[in-house]
T-cell receptor, first 113, second 114 residues
């Protein structure tokens, strides 16, 4: 069965610190990978996605993620976080011709001003 | 930019009552989904819907749940007899095609069962 694991449940950083959130997935076939963000009181928004091609994908707000197929990983990074990045971040996967998207448990990021 | 909308934003109901949660997917999308997120837990897939029928459902989606596309724009989730454990945020999503494209999520309906 598909599953997604996010390594950190809570992360606290100071502004300008670098961010890396880990994500590993379990699925034997071809997958599409996503990072979603949920700001306080708001709905899920897509940060970035990987379907194929360059394994380093860039998303909105300076975020990027790297797909490492051999490690079944899709880690999210940002070189310098801002207070406004405080949110919950979800890694997600769906199969190439699948219907459902499987979400990780989420990582709550708090950025201290 | 087109977006998925959901109504109501918050619904309070008593245990045993029926509720209908409504969604208007993005107009040219063909695949529709419901997810839920119990407070403090992960987002869970409930059901997907295509061509007027359920294409996939999770074990959570039991006989008390049903979905319908009553007209060309709305997509509804009905919970026949609500339980306390149905309290959650329910998200509707739509996509242009299956897999391959991201699913666009609505803002959610917070369902509180008392």
């Amino acid at each position: 069965a598909q599953s997604v694991s996010q390594h950190n449940h809570h992360v606290i950083l100071s502004e300008a610190a670098s961010l890396e959130l880990g994500c590993n997935y379990s699925y034997g076939g071809t997958v599409n990978l996503f990072w979603y963000v949920q700001y306080p009181g708001q709905h899920l928004q897509l940060l970035l996605k990987y379907f194929s091609g360059d394994p380093l994908v860039k998303g909105i707000k300076g975020f990027e993620a790297e797909f490492i197929k051999s490690k079944f990983s899709f880690n999210l990074r940002k070189p310098s976080v801002q207070w406004s990045d405080t949110a919950e971040y979800f890694c997600a996967v769906n199969a190439l011709r699948g219907f459902k998207t499987i979400f990780g448990a989420g990582t709550r990021l708090f950025v201290k001003a | 930019e087109p977006e998925v909308t959901q109504t109501p934003s918050h619904q309070v109901t008593q245990m045993g009552q029926e509720v209908i949660l409504r969604c208007v997917p993005i107009s040219n999308h063909l695949y529709f989904y419901w997810y839920r997120q119990i407070l403090g837990q992960k987002v869970e897939f409930l059901v997907s819907f295509y061509n007027n029928e359920i294409s996939e459902k999770s074990e959570i989606f039991d006989d008390q749940f049903s979905v319908e596309r009553p007209d060309g724009s709305n997509f509804t989730l009905k919970i026949r007899s609500t339980k306390l454990e149905d309290s959650a945020m329910y998200f509707c999503a739509s996509s242009a095609t299956v897999g391959g494209y991201e699913q666009y999520f609505g803002p959610g309906t917070r369902l509180t069962v008392t």
